[in-house]
C-alpha cells in the first residue's frame, strides 16, 4: 500500500473510530507517517506513491493501532509543539494545549508593562509555560514546581535541551517547598476538571493529578489563591488558568481574597480562561 492509500484509509478509520473531522484525521495520519519516515509533510504529498517497507510498516502499524485506541499524537510521537518550540511530553505530563498560550502571552505582556524581576509557575507539568517564559524574557529569574517528580524530570529536560538558563526547578506541593521565596508574578494552569466530568474519559491517557480538582474542579485554584498573599510582592500579578465555565468562580475567589484589578481573558475561541489580579 503506498502513502496516498495509507493517508487515505487511516484518514477515514481516524475519522469514524475516534469521531475526527477530515483535516483533524488527515493530519493525524500525516504526523505519524513523517515520524515513521522522518520527513517533512511536503515529502508525503510530492512521493504518494511511495511504499512503507517492512520495518515502516510495522512502526506506523503500531501507532495507527495505538492512536485508534484514544491515545494521542503527542504521547505517541513523544512530542509537541506550544509557543513555537517543541517539548517532550509523557504520560507523566499533560499535554501542552494551545489555549495555554494565552496564559504566557498575558504573562509576557504583564514582564512589559510592570517592574518583574521574579516569577514563578505552580504546577508546571513539562515545563511548557515556565520555559516559554524563560526564553522570552532571559534576564527574569523564573522558577517552576511540581508535585510529580516524573514531571519535572521531563520538564528539566525540555529546560536542557532548549538552552534555558534563567529557570529553576522546584519539587513542591504549590507553596510547601517555597519557604519565604517571593514573587512579581505567579502564573498556573492548575487541574480544575470537576471529579466525574464526561471530558475525562476523553483525557483517560493524560495524569488525573493534572486534571482533577474536587467535586467543582477548583479545589486547587482555592488553595493557590489562599497561598499566594505569603509569596507574592506588593503589586504582583496571580494569573490562573481555567475551565471555560469558571471564570465568574475564579473572580469571585480572588476578590474574597483581597486582589485588586480583577479581569478575565478571552482565548481564541471567546471563551474566558484565564482570570488574573493584583495584590
Request: glycine fraction near 6%; hydrophobic fraction near 40%; charge should be negative.
Amino acid at each position: 500500500m503506498n502513502l496516498l492509500e495509507i493517508m487515505r484509509q487511516d484518514s477515514s478509520r481516524l475519522k469514524h473510530v475516534l469521531g475526527l473531522n477530515a483535516d483533524e484525521a488527515r493530519i493525524e495520519v500525516q504526523c505519524l507517517l513523517q515520524a515513521v519516515l522522518g520527513v517533512n509533510r511536503a515529502y508525503l504529498m510530492t512521493y504518494p506513491e511511495r511504499e512503507l517497507d517492512a520495518d515502516e510498516s510495522c512502526r506506523y502499524s503500531g501507532f495507527i493501532e495505538r492512536r485508534l485506541k484514544g491515545e494521542p499524537v503527542a504521547y505517541l510521537l513523544g512530542e509537541r509543539e506550544f509557543f513555537g518550540h517543541a517539548f517532550r511530553v509523557t504520560p507523566a505530563t499533560l499535554i501542552p494545549r494551545q489555549d495555554t498560550e494565552l496564559l504566557v502571552e498575558l504573562a509576557l505582556q504583564c514582564v512589559d508593562r510592570q517592574d518583574v524581576h521574579r516569577v514563578l509557575d505552580m504546577g508546571t507539568g513539562s515545563g511548557a509555560i515556565a520555559i516559554s517564559v524563560a526564553l522570552a524574557s532571559p534576564y527574569l529569574e523564573v522558577v517552576a514546581l511540581d508535585a510529580s517528580r516524573a514531571a519535572l524530570e521531563v520538564a528539566e529536560r525540555n529546560a536542557r535541551e532548549l538552552g534555558v538558563r534563567n529557570l529553576r526547578f522546584l519539587h513542591s506541593d504549590w507553596f510547601l517547598a517555597l519557604e519565604d521565596e517571593r514573587f512579581d508574578l505567579i502564573v498556573s494552569n492548575p487541574p480544575y476538571i470537576e471529579e466525574g466530568d464526561h471530558h475525562l474519559r476523553e483525557l483517560r491517557f493524560e495524569p488525573d493529578s493534572a486534571l482533577v480538582s474536587g467535586m467543582d474542579g477548583l479545589d486547587d485554584i482555592r488553595r493557590i489563591v489562599a497561598g499566594t498573599k505569603n509569596h507574592l510582592n506588593p503589586k504582583g500579578w496571580l494569573m490562573l488558568e481555567h475551565g471555560y465555565d469558571q471564570a465568574a468562580s475564579v473572580r469571585d475567589l480572588l476578590r474574597q481574597s483581597g486582589f485588586a484589578e480583577i479581569s478575565s481573558a478571552r482565548d481564541l475561541a471567546g471563551m474566558e480562561r484565564v482570570s488574573m489580579g493584583r495584590a
